[in-house]
């Protein structure tokens, strides 16, 4: 398996990122948009998982890339819960409250898999093997 040499590789960081930019679009208009808390948490947790990711990449150590990880799955847990939040309310249909789950789920399964691969010791002088990693 090739190594990857950019974070938007990263198949957690990419279903993050298809993530964000759903919260985004689905909290632009309507009732989301005029929910200020509910607004401002869900798209500050979904920008975070990729922030994160994005930061653990570009740690030296393994176990910091990790560690990254492991925050980033903790904002995409709370992206999840935020989704059956807003369906609750009424700001996401039930479909769209779906969809962000679902994509919750599979960028932590990848996150996940990234994690146990990052834990596997490596001889010296080889790359981690970071390639696609599916959910």
């Known amino acids: 398996m090739l190594g990857v040499s950019r974070f938007e590789d990263l198949v957690?960081?990419?279903?993050?990122?298809?993530l964000r930019q759903l919260v985004y679009?689905?909290?632009?208009a309507g009732a989301a948009s005029k929910d200020?808390?509910?607004?401002d948490e869900i798209r500050g947790q979904s920008?975070?998982?990729t922030s994160r990711i994005e930061a653990g990449f570009n740690e030296y150590l393994p176990q910091h890339f990790a560690e990254q990880l492991r925050l980033a799955r903790t904002s995409l847990v709370a992206v999840h819960n935020s989704a059956a939040i807003g369906f609750t309310r009424g700001h996401f249909s039930h479909a769209t409250a779906g969809r962000i789950q679902q994509l919750c789920g599979q960028s932590i399964t990848s996150s996940q898999e990234l994690i146990r691969r990052l834990k596997k010791p490596r001889a010296v002088g080889t790359s981690y093997p970071l390639g696609r990693i599916y959910p």
């Open 12 to 18: 957690c960081w990419q279903l993050a990122d298809q």
């Open 47 to 49: 920008a975070s998982a």
């Open 25 to 28: 679009a689905e909290t632009t």
């Open 36 to 39: 200020c808390k509910f607004y």
